[in-house]
């Protein structure tokens, strides 16, 4: 690392800064790095992950994102955790586990998801630059710091298309060289339905030990549904809260179509063809989500970076003729209902963080098993 490097602290008490500024840090960062349960988030977001994690008893002492409103809005979340706005690509592990206080093998828990719009569905559909997309291969990023920091436990989160990728093998390959236990149960696809997240998204999941296998979480009994997360919030547009109350501006004609919608489930294939736009006459049977309504019972969609917007997916309300609020697909995501996404940008980047993020209730799930291996060590 060289130069200066943006660090966030936030103190229970206020923010202050720090900078490491000619290879040095102003202020080392200390606090309990000793105790059991500790863990670093890599490629942090906007803080799912470690909203999951501390949910689940650990101690995240660190996050690591490269891009500024999302480790603000990280910061403004997570009070006690160290945040390096930084590529970490250019960010020294060992560094970092000297600023943390730590040494090799004392971390419980690595986890991370690189960003992984390469394999994305849709860029995979397409074909275009996403073999050659150089986030692909930020999964090595991950491994160059779990050979420094060599956690008990790491945790890979990632889309689906990326356990079938040459990059995996070569991964588990290097981390079972490392000595961790990789067995037929350590990397699953997952729905996130399955785990009471009131969301259809299915996700791939690599967790490992050290020192054994780890148990898989049990699975939901009960799906939880859109009404379960969002039905008893107040009017959008008045309640007070500025991610839900920021409501788009959309035009006569579009207003009436949200309108002609049935509630609870309907989708554009249910509008007079007069409303139907010329993409959609060409493909009437294809892309049946755009403009498509939540169903109260059921879980959502996936919830992706355009969450706000009909023309995207089936992001309209159940019964109001709207777009679902940031608020509610916060809600859908399972962070808390006082979780704080920076507006400082817009609307359009707020979302990006909130549909970008790992689902803390589907975490936290992941992190219990972790916790409870690393008890049986003890």
Not at 102 to 125: D, I, V
Not at 157 to 171: D, F, G, Q, Y
């Amino acid at each position: 690392m060289t130069g200066k490097i943006p660090i966030f602290f936030t103190l229970e008490h206020g923010s202050c800064g720090i900078e490491k500024v000619n290879g040095i840090l102003v202020i080392f960062y200390t606090i309990l790095a000793m105790k059991n349960n500790t863990a670093i988030d890599l490629f942090c977001g906007a803080g799912g992950l470690t909203c999951g994690l501390k949910q689940a008893g650990f101690r995240v002492l660190a996050g690591i994102e490269l891009l500024q409103i999302a480790a603000e809005t990280y910061s403004a979340n997570h009070h006690s955790t160290l945040v390096f706005q930084e590529d970490i690509c250019n960010l020294s592990p060992k560094e970092v586990m000297q600023a943390l206080s730590l040494k090799s093998g004392e971390l419980s828990l690595l986890a991370g998801c690189p960003p992984c719009q390469g394999f994305s569905t849709l860029r995979t559909y397409r074909k275009a630059s996403s073999v050659t997309d150089a986030r692909n291969d930020l999964i090595f990023e991950f491994l160059r710091w779990v050979k420094v920091f060599m956690p008990k436990c790491i945790m890979l989160e990632n889309v689906p298309a990326l356990a079938k990728n040459r990059r995996m093998e070569i991964a588990m390959s290097q981390l079972k060289e490392l000595g961790y236990h990789i067995n037929d149960s350590s990397l699953r696809i997952e729905n996130i339905a399955d785990y009471g997240v009131p969301q259809r998204r299915f996700r791939m999941i690599l967790i490992a030990s050290l020192y054994g296998s780890i148990n898989e979480p049990k699975k939901s009994a009960i799906k939880a549904t859109v009404k379960d997360a969002i039905a008893d919030l107040p009017k959008a547009g008045i309640s007070g809260d500025p991610l839900h109350d920021l409501l788009a501006q959309h035009s006569e004609k579009t207003q009436k179509l949200f309108s002609l919608i049935p509630k609870n489930g309907g989708n554009r294939t249910d509008l007079p063809e007069e409303y139907w736009l010329e993409c959609h006459k060409r493909y009437p049977k294809g892309f049946t989500d755009v403009y498509g309504r939540m169903s109260w019972d059921e879980v959502a969609p996936t919830i992706t970076g355009g969450c706000v917007s009909p023309s995207k997916g089936r992001f309209l309300h159940p019964e109001e003729n709207r777009a679902i609020t940031l608020r509610e697909a916060a809600l859908l995501q399972t962070f808390p209902k006082d979780y704080h996404f920076s507006l400082r940008r817009g609307k359009g980047s707020a979302a990006l963080m909130i549909g970008n993020a790992l689902p803390p209730a589907f975490i936290r799930q992941q992190g219990e098993v972790i916790a409870e291996h690393l008890a049986s060590l003890s």
